[in-house]
């Protein structure tokens, strides 16, 4: 029996295999579980706005190598729904092919970089590599000329990630100018498209996000576009230029490339069209989770590209693809109320509640929950068989391990 296949090693893979394995435990049967992932750790994604991005990362053995899953560290680079199998490549170029009884689709999503002039000079967030290229660049500020610009960040994209790393850099920016360039002027500009900040996550948390930007001094500049991008400067649509070094990319995600393998109908983000049970519709034997599945939450809502729904999605597609497997009836995928958690650096955080997200914290009641769905509960235990199969349960959720309700 080839078992079931989970490629991508991130929040949906990671409790996708879990969830398979428990469910094959509870049946009394081991079945064979694999996970191809061309990286060694599960990378905490949530956190790679924060300083030192590399030490975001957790083992993927030691989480899921106590409960036997085998784990192929390779870059998946084609699927064939009919034959039932995987290509992949690993580091050395080496290219296997891997069968598979079913399969699960966790491979993530991506930022989709923009094509403008100087587009190369953008550093963005988005991966390990990338993250800690900023990171490095960030620390190298103070060796360079002093001079207009050099402690200026402009951000592009005001969404989610955009503000995220921009009150982040607010105070960081600070501190390393304050220690290592005193007197050298500090500035953080976003620079969103749309007419408001935060144009997706609504009017709910906008006047705390709008207090938090003015405490830190954070500009904004609304309605235009980045035209192009030198070493030493920005020019926005509107023929404007900003004097900075580092320019940094948000805007836009898709459900990673993998998707476009398979033969199924997607929705506008690329994710593929998911049945209650997660299975990709229309193509056999193969189930999707995560940022590529656009499920259903609730009633009129598809599920977010966040961690919160990965979790969750990973735990039904394990439970479900196991389920099928041994004949087992599927579960139905349910989440918990949505819920979102926007750090703000040093004033603080927004924490809502509901798709209209109505704030229900702000301040520093906001960023200590911020910080505990950053530093604990999304992280999977290690070393603990029995714990991490306790939370592969589909009805367990991050309220639980939060101990009482998040909100
Ligand atoms: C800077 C930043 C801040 C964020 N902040 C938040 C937040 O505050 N709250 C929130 O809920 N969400 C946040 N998110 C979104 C969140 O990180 C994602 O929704 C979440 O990681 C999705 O989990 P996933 O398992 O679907 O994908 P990922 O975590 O992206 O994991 C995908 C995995 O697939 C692997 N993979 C990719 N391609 C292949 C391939 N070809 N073959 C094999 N493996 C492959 C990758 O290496 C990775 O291991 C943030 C994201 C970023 C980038």
Same mark, same amino acid.
């Given at each position: 029996?080839?078992?079931?296949?989970?490629?991508?090693? #991130?929040?949906?893979?990671?409790?996708?295999?879990?969830?398979?394995?428990?469910?094959?435990?509870?049946?009394?049967?081991?079945?064979?579980?694999?996970?191809?992932?061309?990286?060694?750790?599960?990378?905490?994604?949530?956190?790679?706005?924060?300083?030192?991005?590399?030490?975001?990362?957790?083992?993927?053995?030691?989480?899921?190598?106590?409960?036997?899953?085998?784990?192929?560290?390779?870059?998946?680079?084609?699927?064939?729904?009919?034959?039932?199998?995987? =290509?992949?490549?690993?580091?050395?170029?080496?290219?296997?092919?891997?069968?598979?009884?079913?399969?699960?689709?966790?491979?993530?999503?991506?930022?989709?970089?923009?094509?403008?002039?100087?587009?190369?000079?953008?550093?963005?967030?988005?991966?390990?590599?990338?993250?800690?290229?900023?990171?490095?660049?960030?620390?190298?500020?103070?060796?360079?000329?002093?001079?207009?610009?050099?402690?200026?960040?402009?951000?592009?994209?005001?969404?989610?990630?955009?503000?995220?790393?921009?009150?982040?850099?607010?105070?960081?920016? #600070?501190?390393?100018?304050?220690?290592?360039?005193?007197?050298?002027?500090?500035?953080?500009?976003?620079?969103?498209?749309?007419?408001?900040?935060?144009?997706?996550?609504?009017?709910?948390?906008?006047?705390?996000? $709008?207090?938090?930007?003015?405490?830190?001094? &954070?500009?904004?500049?609304? #309605?235009?576009?980045?035209?192009?991008?030198?070493?030493?400067?920005?020019?926005?649509?509107?023929?404007?230029?900003?004097?900075?070094?580092?320019?940094?990319?948000?805007? #836009?995600?898709?459900?990673?490339?993998?998707?476009?393998?398979?033969?199924?109908?997607?929705?506008?983000?690329?994710?593929?069209?998911?049945?209650?049970?997660?299975?990709?519709?229309?193509?056999?034997?193969?189930?999707?989770?995560?940022?590529?599945?656009?499920?259903?939450?609730?009633?009129?809502?598809?599920?977010?590209?966040?961690?919160?729904?990965?979790?969750?999605?990973?735990?039904?597609?394990?439970?479900?693809?196991?389920?099928?497997?041994?004949?087992?009836?599927?579960?139905?995928?349910?989440?918990?109320?949505?819920?979102?958690?926007?750090?703000?650096? $040093?004033?603080?955080?927004?924490?809502?509640?509901?798709?209209?997200?109505?704030?229900?914290? =702000?301040?520093?009641?906001?960023?200590?929950?911020?910080?505990?769905?950053?530093?604990?509960?999304?992280?999977?235990?290690?070393?603990?068989?029995?714990?991490?199969?306790?939370?592969?349960?589909?009805?367990?959720? &991050?309220?639980?391990?939060?101990?009482?309700?998040?909100?």
């Amino acid at each position: 029996m080839s078992g079931i296949v989970v490629v991508g090693g #991130g929040f949906a893979g990671v409790w996708s295999a879990a969830g398979a394995v428990r469910l094959g435990r509870a049946a009394g049967r081991e079945l064979p579980v694999t996970l191809i992932s061309p990286g060694d750790d599960l990378v905490i994604r949530p956190r790679l706005y924060q300083a030192e991005p590399e030490r975001m990362r957790v083992s993927l053995d030691r989480i899921l190598g106590p409960v036997g899953v085998r784990r192929i560290a390779a870059a998946a680079t084609g699927i064939d729904t009919s034959g039932r199998s995987v =290509t992949t490549v690993d580091e050395t170029g080496r290219i296997a092919e891997i069968g598979y009884d079913r399969l699960i689709l966790a491979t993530g999503s991506e930022l989709v970089r923009p094509e403008l002039p100087g587009a190369e000079l953008l550093f963005d967030v988005d991966t390990m590599p990338t993250a800690t290229d900023l990171d490095a660049h960030l620390n190298r500020l103070p060796e360079l000329p002093s001079g207009d610009g050099r402690f200026t960040a402009v951000v592009i994209g005001a969404g989610f990630t955009g503000l995220e790393i921009a009150t982040e850099l607010a105070d960081r920016l #600070g501190a390393l100018a304050a220690a290592r360039a005193p007197g050298d002027k500090t500035r953080v500009v976003l620079v969103e498209r749309a007419d408001t900040i935060g144009p997706e996550l609504g009017p709910g948390p906008r006047s705390e996000i $709008s207090d938090a930007l003015a405490a830190l001094g &954070v500009e904004y500049r609304l #309605g235009v576009s980045v035209a192009s991008v030198e070493p030493d400067r920005v020019t926005l649509s509107d023929g404007t230029h900003l004097a900075t070094r580092t320019a940094i990319w948000t805007a #836009g995600v898709r459900a990673n490339g993998l998707t476009a393998g398979i033969p199924g109908t997607r929705d506008r983000l690329g994710r593929l069209d998911v049945d209650e049970n997660l299975a990709v519709t229309g193509v056999p034997q193969v189930y999707a989770a995560g940022d590529t599945a656009a499920a259903a939450a609730e009633p009129g809502h598809q599920v977010m590209q966040c961690c919160q729904h990965a979790l969750q999605l990973g735990k039904f597609a394990g439970h479900n693809a196991a389920a099928d497997l041994l004949g087992l009836p599927a579960v139905p995928f349910t989440t918990s109320p949505y819920v979102t958690c926007l750090d703000l650096g $040093s004033h603080g955080a927004v924490f809502t509640n509901g798709w209209d997200r109505r704030v229900v914290a =702000t301040g520093a009641v906001a960023k200590d929950r911020k910080r505990k769905v950053n530093e604990l509960w999304i992280y999977p235990p290690t070393d603990d068989p029995d714990e991490l199969l306790r939370q592969a349960d589909y009805r367990f959720s &991050v309220r639980q391990i939060a101990g009482t309700p998040p909100v």
